[in-house]
C-alpha cells in the first residue's frame, strides 16, 4: 500500500493477478501458455503505467521522465521473457520477474509518489492557513485527458 486508493488498488488487482498465474503456472503450463493470459498480464501492466503517469503528470510530479522509463523499461524485459517462455515453456522467469519487479517498484517508486502529494498538501494547506489563499488539491486535471 503506498496510500493512494485508486493506485493501491490497481495495484492489489496485478498482484493478485500475478499470484493467480503463478498458481496456474505450477499447476498446469499448458495453462499459462494461453497466449490471452500472457497478453492479459502485459495489458494490465500496460495500463496500470498509463494511470500511474497520468497522475504524476497533473501533479507535476518531478521524477515523472525517470518513473516513465523505468515502467517502459519493465514492458521491453518483460516482452523478452514472454518471448522466451513462448520458446521454452518455463514459466517461472515470468512469474519471478514480475513478482519480484512490482514489490521493489511499489517501494522504491510507486510509494514517493504518495509522499510528494502528502507533502503537496500540506504545504498548501499551510499556506492556506497562513496567506488565505487556495486549499485546491495538487492534482490537477491533465489537458485533452
Ligand atoms: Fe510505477
Ligand atoms: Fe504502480
Excluded at 18 to 34: F, K, P, W, Y
Excluded at 46 to 75: A, G, V, W
Excluded at 103 to 124: C, G, W
Amino acid at each position: 500500500m503506498i496510500g493512494i486508493k485508486s493506485i493501491d488498488i490497481e495495484h492489489k488487482h496485478l498482484v493478485d493477478f500475478v499470484n493467480m498465474v503463478e498458481r496456474s503456472g505450477i499447476e498446469s503450463h499448458a495453462r499459462l501458455m494461453d497466449s490471452k493470459l500472457i497478453s492479459s498480464i502485459r495489458t494490465l501492466f500496460h495500463n496500470h503505467f498509463i494511470k500511474e503517469e497520468d497522475l504524476m503528470f497533473r501533479i507535476k510530479y518531478p521524477e515523472l521522465n525517470s518513473h516513465m522509463m523505468e515502467h517502459s523499461k519493465m514492458l521491453t524485459d518483460l516482452d523478452v521473457l514472454i518471448s522466451n517462455f513462448n520458446i521454452t515453456g518455463q514459466a517461472a522467469p515470468v512469474t519471478v520477474f514480475i513478482s519480484d519487479w512490482i514489490v521493489d517498484h511499489m517501494k522504491t517508486m510507486d510509494f514517493p509518489i504518495a509522499q510528494f502529494i502528502k507533502a503537496a498538501t500540506a504545504m498548501r494547506q499551510k499556506a492556506a492557513t497562513t496567506n488565505q489563499s487556495s486549499t485546491k488539491s495538487p492534482i490537477q486535471k491533465r489537458p485533452n485527458s
